[in-house]
Structures are given as C-alpha cells and as structure tokens.
C-alpha cells in the first residue's frame, strides 16, 4: 500500500496514512483520491488494522483543498462526476466499519476539511485552521461539506461558515465541536497514535458496532435509530469478544480480544 502521493504504515494494528504533496499543501488532485481510494479499501479488507490514523505531510496543512489546477477544468457536467468522486471516497472512509481519526496538522480547507470530517474524529494542531473557502472560488463544497459540516457544527454556524468562506482556528473549531481535541503541534500525532492504539486493542467488531449504531443517528428518527440499536447490539452479544469481555471483568483481568 505504497503510493508517491500517500504513504501508508501499519504498526500493531494501526495504520497511518499520509497524505503526500506537501509542496501544494497536500491539495487533493485526482491521483491522491485514487490512492485515497485504494488504500482504504485494502484497509478494510485487512483483518489486522483495527484504527486508522490520516494526516497531512510538511508542516503546514492537512489538506488545502481539492486540487484548483484540475477543478479549473471542471465543466457543469464533470464537475458533478468530480463532486461524486470525492463523495465515494469520503463515505467509503466514514462507513469503513474501523474508526478513523484525522490528525489535523496545519490548514484543513476545502476538501481538506471534507476530509476530516468524513473521518470519525478529528484531533487537531494548535495550529490548525479549517474552513470550506470554495464561494472565493465561486462554487460550493462538493465533497460533502454542505451535509457534514450543518451535521457537526448545527445549521447556523455551517451556512456562515460556507458562506463567509472565512477560516476558524483549531480553539474556535474545539469549541463548535468540529474537532474532538487539541493539542499543541509538536504532540499532535504522538497523541492521535497513542489514543489510536487504545482503540485497536478493543473488541473490532463492538467498535464496527458502535459505528453502525451512531452513524445510523444522523440519518434516521429516534424511532427507528432504536431499533436499530437494539438489533445491532443483539448481534454483539453473539460475539466471543463479548463472553471475554464479560469473563474477564467478573475474573478480574484485562480482556484480550480475538475479534471473533
Ligand atoms: N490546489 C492546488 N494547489 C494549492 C492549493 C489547492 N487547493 N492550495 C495550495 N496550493 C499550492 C499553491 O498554489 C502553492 O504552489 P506553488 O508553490 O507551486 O505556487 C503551494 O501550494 C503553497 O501554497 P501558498 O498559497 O503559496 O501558501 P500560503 O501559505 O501563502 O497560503 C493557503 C496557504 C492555504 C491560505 C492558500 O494556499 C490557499 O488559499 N489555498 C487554497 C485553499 C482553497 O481555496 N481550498 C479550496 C479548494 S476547493
């Protein structure tokens, strides 16, 4: 899972992946979503990545945005077929079934910010900034930020945000609750992995569980979301994992997790 433009590492059930064009701040051309693309979907079909970790390479960003140079060339109908592609690899990253944190490094604008927030979590730099700048461009978000971002930040914040195109540093974006943590530059992936990590040494099919069931809040009624809940948490109860979990609290010893 090695690419020019994305570098990929599994450690101890944790993959890390890099976005990799740091001299255009990581803009997302269509090579890097191919990769984007393709990564995760081995991702997922490695039974030994249990947490994914995404973050940008340099210093500076995370993501600056989709990649103006080829959206210039986007005509009223490839610009709907561009749009739908970002889509399909966002959502594939948010319905992954592994959770996924984005490491926000530095800008997360545009597509950047669409990124990050397709992921899971968001644990951000001090020094981060994010914003959706595409009205100075005289288009709108196209890979999912009108619905992710109302979704995160509730309604009002989000239209002034889209439409002002104006950035919010990482404390104003902890505080709308765009983004689950903060630190301070130089501890940002240490931390993101050492949380991450956490998660890998949990029952994986009860964190695809609590996934699906969360996931599913956004979409449906309460109603129905229950239900949901309900059916899904059954189906954790038919798990190993969930007769080691609850063995090993009544033994009094940590569990060990087999993801059976
Ligand atoms: N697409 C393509 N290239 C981009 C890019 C993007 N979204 N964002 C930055 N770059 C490129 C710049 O063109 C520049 O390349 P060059 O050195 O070959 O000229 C390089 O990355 C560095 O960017 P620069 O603008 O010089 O850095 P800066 O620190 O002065 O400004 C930003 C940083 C993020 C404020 C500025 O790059 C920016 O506004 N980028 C576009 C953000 C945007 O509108 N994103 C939404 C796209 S839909």
Redesign the pocket.
Same mark, same amino acid.
């Given at each position: 899972m090695q690419n020019d433009v994305l570098l990929t590492e599994i450690t101890n059930g944790v993959a890390m992946v890099t976005l990799h064009r740091p =001299?255009?701040?990581n $803009?997302l051309n269509g090579e890097l979503l191919e990769a984007l693309e393709s990564t995760f979907l081995a991702i997922q079909r490695d039974d030994s990545v249990r947490a994914v970790v995404i973050t940008g390479s340099g210093p500076? $960003?995370f993501a600056? /945005? $989709? =990649?103006? /140079?080829e959206?210039s060339k986007q005509s009223a109908h490839s610009g709907r077929i561009f749009a739908e592609r970002g889509q399909r690899v966002f959502s594939l990253i948010e319905r992954l079934g592994i959770p996924v944190i984005a490491a926000v490094n530095g800008?997360a604008? /545009? /597509?950047g910010c669409e990124l990050a927030m397709a992921c899971h979590m968001r644990f951000a730099a001090d020094s981060a900034r994010f914003g959706q700048?595409?009205i100075?461009?005289g288009?709108i978000p196209g890979y999912g930020g009108t619905q992710r971002l109302p979704r995160l930040v509730g309604m009002s914040k989000a239209i002034e945000l889209i439409l002002s195109g104006e950035m919010v540093d990482a404390a104003e974006a902890l505080r709308l609750g765009l983004v689950n943590r903060v630190y301070p530059h130089a501890e940002l992936l240490e931390k993101t992995i050492e949380f991450a990590k956490g998660l890998a040494a949990k029952a994986p099919l009860a964190l695809r569980a609590c996934l699906e069931a969360t996931q599913i809040a956004g979409d449906t009624s309460v109603l129905e979301g229950l239900h949901a809940e309900a059916s899904v948490f059954g189906r954790t109860c038919g798990t190993q994992d969930f007769a080691e979990g609850t063995t090993a609290f009544l033994e009094k010893r940590p569990a060990a997790f087999s993801g059976c």
């Open positions: =001299d255009k701040l $803009a500076k $960003a600056a /945005g $989709a =990649d103006i /140079g959206l800008f604008l /545009g /597509g700048p595409e100075n461009l288009i």
